[in-house]
């Protein structure tokens, strides 16, 4: 039996493009989107590389609008040769509401590799216009095809994944449901960014920390649908983490979102 489970679980690893295996790519890689202040006509797009060929790149981002009137970003990089990886940030502001811009990635630099072209919209600012959300929890590499191809079905406007994200800590397990999915603790996460790539490239992706944040999404399913989120005790520290997902759930939808501990659930409807 104990053989039996090794070998299962050899099977499911997943070793992808990681920078344990490529330490010196300047490739764009696991390309992400975030909301930004005003998610009507800002977001920022993210990425890393392996390894910058000068000091001197900057991290950009390529935009190309429907109207043609193409735009560079530059961004910041945080990240080192000891870390092995660099991580990339670009704010895009101004953009027009409710327009899909096509983009691409790279370093600046003569003959810096760019990224496939990707496509998001951004979101309206009214708050009468339809808003799709998708909620996903406890997503590592191994065995995510299925749940990655069915968020790819549809162009939602906003993922939120709610942790465990990658599962990263297994990089070292193999008896365990979710084996390495990497070479390294930070090899997971490179596989995980590119795994999801193609969904959190094209609309926001936002992670929640930790396991228990599973708690607060049975405890505040109600607030996408009546607008305030119940934890069940006004002294728990999770009533913090339900705040903030309320704010920012609130600022994205553009409608009026909060948390209240359950003592107050009844006066709240």
Not at 47 to 64: E, G, N, R
Not at 67 to 90: C, K, Y
Not at 186 to 204: I, K
Not at 217 to 225: E, M, T
Request: negative net charge.
């Amino acid at each position: 039996m104990l053989l039996l489970l090794l070998w299962l679980s050899q099977q499911a690893v997943v070793h992808g493009l990681d920078c344990d295996s490529d330490p010196t790519s300047t490739t764009p890689m696991g390309v992400h989107l975030a909301f930004g202040d005003d998610p009507s006509n800002s977001i920022t797009v993210s990425f890393f590389t392996c390894d910058i060929a000068s000091p001197h790149d900057d991290p950009l981002v390529h935009l190309f609008s429907p109207h043609g009137d193409n735009q560079t970003f530059a961004g910041t990089t945080l990240g080192s040769v000891a870390e092995g990886r660099f991580h990339h940030h670009v704010a895009l502001t101004n953009l027009l509401t409710e327009t899909a811009y096509r983009y691409t990635v790279s370093l600046s630099g003569n003959n810096r590799p760019r990224s496939v072209p990707f496509q998001f919209r951004t979101a309206a600012s009214s708050s009468s216009t339809q808003f799709e959300i998708v909620v996903i929890g406890d997503m590592g590499v191994n065995g995510s095809a299925s749940t990655v191809s069915w968020l790819s079905r549809a162009p939602y406007n906003f993922t939120l994944h709610l942790g465990d994200v990658s599962y990263a800590d297994d990089y070292d397990k193999h008896l365990v449901p979710e084996p390495s999915s990497g070479r390294s603790y930070e090899a997971v996460y490179d596989d995980f960014l590119v795994t999801v790539e193609h969904v959190s490239a094209a609309a926001p992706y936002h992670v929640c920390k930790s396991f228990w944040i599973l708690y607060i999404l049975l405890q505040c399913s109600c607030f996408v649908f009546y607008s305030f989120c119940i934890i069940s005790h006004y002294s728990s520290p999770l009533f913090s983490e339900c705040q903030a997902l309320a704010t920012t759930m609130s600022r994205v939808t553009r409608r009026p979102i909060s948390a209240v501990p359950a003592t107050s659930a009844t006066s709240a409807q």
